[in-house]
């Protein structure tokens, strides 16, 4: 094989012998460039470690897809943990690189490690896990199901955590995961992130341009009305990042609209207060875009309207460039949380 194919083909390595694997990859890319007269040697690049727990097999494809986008323009060591029940011996792992091209036509390589566990030896994984990190750079916790984010291995893990990230929308049961992530936040100075915030840019975007729009004098937002599915994290989210960043004073009047038929948050009405008179904004959803039915398509373009809601892929390298808390989002999830304990 040549270099290249040497550390990018995955390969079964002894559990305690992980860290010796990653180091054998380079050094056999490095002997095998000293020996190449086209020079052709791979570059080693990383700015932090990212740990990635997947329920199953499907949800660790999935991730390992989103993050070798992201990665790509943010160098990691990324480890990927997978819940398995077949997995080999209980627990194993695996160790390979991802390979980009970079400028000047050198590979530009970052280390990938894969570890299977079966349910019951999940709890083995901290030490093993806390064992990997890159020293002295950031360390990134992602774990979709915000229901990974409990017992044991969350506890043995969190002390080397910088930032955790979770995507909300996938929870069961929005008024425990959310108490969660603040819980989180509030210990060892953990910050947290969720995914599914971050897909709600365009719609933050649309209430900013909304806002600017009709701000012309002393404005106050009166009132804000999503309609959504039962329990929407979304609606819930949207609600409180608009109620936290636009409230004057007294809170809004928040109303959630329930449609069943709906699958995600379908639409959000604005009323505003404008020196005394009430204006109403209507934004809706329409395939992966959102509108201002309220306004032409040529004040759509003033706000740089339409543009379609971003992927994983899209938001994590942005995430990841800056792994620490959002002020945004520590706002929204503040104010859902205050709503559904009054709920």
Do not use: Y
């Not at 209980?90 to 280390?111: D, H, I, M, N």
């Not at 109403?280 to 004040?299: F, K, N, P, Q, Y």
């Not at 971003?310 to 205050?338: G, K």
Request: overall charge negative.
């Amino acid at each position: 094989m040549t270099n290249l194919e040497a550390i990018t083909a995955r390969r079964d390595v002894p559990l305690e012998s992980v860290a010796e694997a990653l180091a054998d990859l380079w050094r056999k890319a490095d002997a095998d460039a000293q020996g190449d007269p086209q020079g052709s040697a791979v570059v080693r690049a990383c700015g932090l470690t990212i740990v990635a727990l997947c329920g199953d097999r499907d949800d660790s494809t999935d991730v390992s897809t989103a993050l070798a986008g992201a990665t790509s323009m943010v160098p990691a060591r990324t480890l990927i943990v997978v819940r398995d029940p077949d997995a080999k011996d209980g627990l194993s792992a695996q160790v390979s690189a991802f390979c980009t091209l970079g400028p000047g036509g050198k590979q530009v390589c970052q280390e990938q490690v894969f570890l299977d566990a079966a349910p019951d030896r999940w709890d083995d994984l901290p030490p093993l896990v806390g064992a990997l990190p890159v020293a002295d750079l950031p360390v990134v916790l992602l774990a979709r199901d915000p229901r990974m984010l409990d017992g044991p291995v969350l506890d043995g893990l969190l002390p080397a955590v910088d930032l955790v990230v979770t995507d909300l929308a996938r929870s069961k049961a929005p008024r425990a995961d959310f108490t969660r992530m603040r819980k989180i936040e509030r210990r060892l100075n953990v910050g947290v992130r969720d995914l599914a915030f971050e897909r709600l840019v365009v719609w933050r975007e649309a209430v900013a341009c909304a806002w600017d729009r009709v701000a012309t004098g002393k404005t106050s937002l009166l009132a804000l009305e999503t309609t959504a599915p039962p329990d929407d994290v979304e609606a819930l989210l949207l609600g409180g990042w608009v109620a936290s960043r636009l409230g004057k004073g007294e809170a809004p009047r928040s109303t959630f609209r329930i449609d069943a038929a709906r699958s995600r948050l379908a639409a959000v009405r604005l009323v505003f207060d404008v020196d005394g008179v009430a204006r109403t904004v209507r934004l809706e959803r329409h395939g992966d875009h959102v509108l201002d039915m309220t306004e032409s398509e040529a004040e759509h373009e003033n706000c740089a309207l339409p543009r379609p809601m971003p992927t994983d892929a899209d938001v994590l390298p942005h995430l990841l460039a800056d792994p620490q808390t959002s002020a945004d989002f520590d706002r929204a999830l503040h104010a859902a949380c205050e709503r559904l304990e009054t709920s």
